[in-house]
DNA sequence: TCCATTTATTAACATATGTTAATGCCCCTC
DNA sequence: GAGGGGCATTAACATATGTTAATAAATGGA
């Protein structure tokens, strides 16, 4: 069973990492969190649904998918523990979610409620300029990774792929990692093999 | 000629139609205005070289562009008048320039020096919001525009740049257009010619 | 207006990647 | 320990797309 304060104190750390919140913050902030759990396969956020919350990963592994219009999946990103699987897109649009985050294995999360989170911008305007810190952190780190999915090869970006999430590939099927790099799974096989 | 005063009431006029500035902010802001232009093939920024400015485009056609290491060239956006060709990582961030900005014709800009302009945030708390707001409607395009590029084919993708860029693919080379969609202008024509 | 350059098209060919299918492995459960 | 489901690998084949090259059309400068 998990100890909410102790749990929800590694959600407290992960957010003072990217700015210092003012005091009493934390405390107001505090009383919108819940813990969840999911079983493997469960949706954290579905396509067509509205999102609620602010995602903080304690323990599991989520993967991010779009869907094209025959059905086909295509992986995005995967988040491990420490990291934020939220539907950042519908929660800033209010509009239905355009992508889904599906639990890997069996999560657990820290929850935020984001439309009461907003509304202590009002109180604490730190928190406004905190958001603003962490959208100018995504949007530099999707450049990134935009930059090398597009410029790269697939084997490379399987190279990079295996460098900045060791042991990930020990613990999801090799299809997801297909899908994430853009090509089928046999081609990704024909990819590990010419390796050596 | 252009005339100054002209100019910057267009650049102003698009920045409140994102969000209403506090009395007094645009006053200090315009300071920080200057006009610039640029001949064809010029480049607005450069990989490598450190941004100082956010854009305004006013007239012209703008492309941003990835380089690989064996120096190929992947376009990711066009801009047209009244859109915002800024190096909005490298400005957040403070690092060189990942990505290029190269005048596709003959180009006049408002550009707003960044640094100063991050300073009056706090003058005018406003502009911290004004920010945040920026970035989430920057974020949410993206990802909207990140979906449509993975889970369509090249062919798809093309009409829907022709319904979102109309007339644009009268004033640019296509090979421009094949370059975006992530394919060989060769194969380009072939989905032209396939059309009928 | 003419010439040179750039760009688009087309064809022939090469190649990488997808498709289908068969095989075998691994792990789980009973 | 046996059976079954999910998954990775491999092979044979199909196909889409890239490559090279030749031609034609459009564009721009002198």
New interface residues.
């Given amino acids: 069973m998990l100890d909410r304060e102790r749990e929800f104190e590694k959600f407290r750390i992960a957010i003072e990492s990217v700015c210092h919140l003012q005091p009493g913050a934390w405390d107001d902030l505090s009383e919108l969190l819940t813990l969840k759990q999911y079983k493997k396969n469960d949706y954290l956020s579905r396509e067509g649904e509205m999102a609620y919350n602010a995602v903080f990963l304690l323990d599991g592994i989520v993967r991010v998918f779009?869907?094209?219009?025959d059905g086909?999946e295509?992986n995005?990103t995967f988040f491990v523990p420490g990291m934020f699987p939220t539907p950042?897109?519908a929660l800033?649009?209010g509009a239905p979610n355009?992508?889904n985050f599906q639990a890997l294995t069996d999560c657990d999360t820290v929850e935020l409620n984001f439309a009461e989170f907003k509304k202590l911008f009002k109180k604490y305007?730190s928190l406004?300029?905190f958001?603003?810190i962490v959208?100018?952190i995504?949007?530099?780190k999707?450049?990134?990774h935009?930059?090398r999915m597009?410029?790269?090869s697939a084997a490379e970006n399987y190279e990079i792929f295996l460098e900045e999430h060791p042991g990930l590939e020990q613990q999801i099927p090799q299809y997801h990692i297909a899908s994430y790099l853009?090509i089928t799974p046999i081609q990704l096989s024909r990819i590990r093999s010419s390796k050596q």
Same sequence: chains 1, 2.
């Fill in positions: 779009y869907r094209n219009k086909a295509y995005k950042l897109t800033l649009s355009l992508i305007p406004d300029s958001m603003r959208l100018e995504e949007w530099i999707k450049e990134r935009d930059i597009v410029t790269n853009g």
